[in-house]
């Protein structure tokens, strides 16, 4: 293992070994307080472009389940077709793996999809400091090649481009209700839900005009990066709210493009929501949901337009956790209800949407 040196862009440094792909790299830093997950997490569209620092301390003891694909093109136990974090940060990484699925180990995947991997560092104290400070961008070193530097490509650029799917992509042709699903970096899981639910999905890039279509239903999906690039989406969900009551459902970034749809801002978080435990209360109940959560951005509720109102609060920072219009059928939420190893206390949203299908 050679040795590495994260340094924040604070000048914090923190030392470790490589146990992934050698390459020198940078990014912005988040942590992850789940304490399993890493296949999904890692492969999850949501997190392109940053270093991802899991708190729980030992990582890699489950190894890696294979790269499979479904017939319908859907990856069999991963949440896209690659690995999305630019690199992956741990304190105790175990090199040896024990699971019924496993067919490598996370070294060995890291390292064949050429992403970079640390261990040996106190992520403990690396999240005080993101907590105390906000995240911030980073970068690894090899401190063997100290001259080679890599810069950051995070500021201005629009991640949800990135992994947006290109073109229409169909998925149970001809059965049930149709349901036009906006591609702004997809969870696998999401297509899984709906798929399981009996209708058909048409695939579309995030900024694909759809309001000409065929379809019953609208579902905004999840992406990463910073929702105010994404204002061609916003304009196209515009388009389709001023013509039609056709039901909609957003998720995570779906739900920021939806409140802005609807007329309010994004802020930034501190250090966002990645976990797999955040209470969520629904508005109007008693009613707390645990939920899973993968976001730097949230909804200010106080610029909603009258016509809409907040869905959920969490119950931790009291930011937005979903919005509703008060007349027509759009709704969404700021967590992942389909959170496969996260909990599902909340996939009735999916129900939901499908009743609301006319």
Partial sequence: MKNVTLVLSDGTRFHGKSFGYDAPVAG???????????????????????????????????????????????????????????ALIVSDYSDYYSHWNAVESLSEWLKREKVTGITGIDTR????????????MGKILF??????????????????????????????EGAGKKVVLVDCGVKANIIRSLLSRGVEVVRVPWNYDYTDMEFDGLFLANGPGDPDMCEEAVNIIRKQISE?????????????????????????????????????????????????????????????????????????????????????????????????????????IFDKFIETLK
């Avoid at 104290?125 to 911030?136: A, D, I, P, Q």
């Avoid at 016509?307 to 709704?331: A, C, Q, Y």
Wanted: aromatic share 10%.
């Fill in 143 to 172: 401190d063997e090649n100290p001259e080679l530097i890599p810069e950051a490509d995070y500021a201005g650029i629009n991640f949800v481009d990135r992994v947006s799917c290109k073109e229409i992509i169909r998925y149970n």
């Fill in 244 to 348: 039609s009551r056709k039901p909609i459902c957003g998720i995570c970034m779906g739900n920021q493009l939806l409140a802005k749809a609807g007329g309010a801002t994004i802020y930034k978080l501190k250090y966002g929501h990645r976990s797999h435990n955040q209470p969520v209360r629904q508005v109007g109940t008693n009613k707390c949901y645990v939920t899973s959560q993968n976001h730097g951005y949230a909804v200010d509720a106080k610029t909603l337009e009258t016509d809409w109102e907040e869905l959920f609060v969490n119950m931790n920072d009291g930011s937005n956790e979903g919005i509703r219009h008060k007349t027509n059928p759009w709704f969404s939420s700021q967590f992942h209800p389909e959170a496969c190893s996260g909990p599902v206390d909340t996939s009735f």
């Fill in 28 to 86: 912005e830093v988040v942590f992850n307080t789940a304490m399993m997950g890493y296949p999904e997490s890692l492969t999850d569209p949501s997190y392109e472009g940053q270093l991802l620092t899991l708190t729980f301390p030992l990582v890699g003891n489950y190894g890696v389940p294979p790269f499979t694909m479904e017939e319908n093109g859907i990856p069999s136990f991963m949440e896209s077709e690659r690995i999305h974090a630019s």
């Fill in 125 to 136: 104290e690396l999240t005080k400091v993101l907590r105390e400070n906000g995240v911030m």
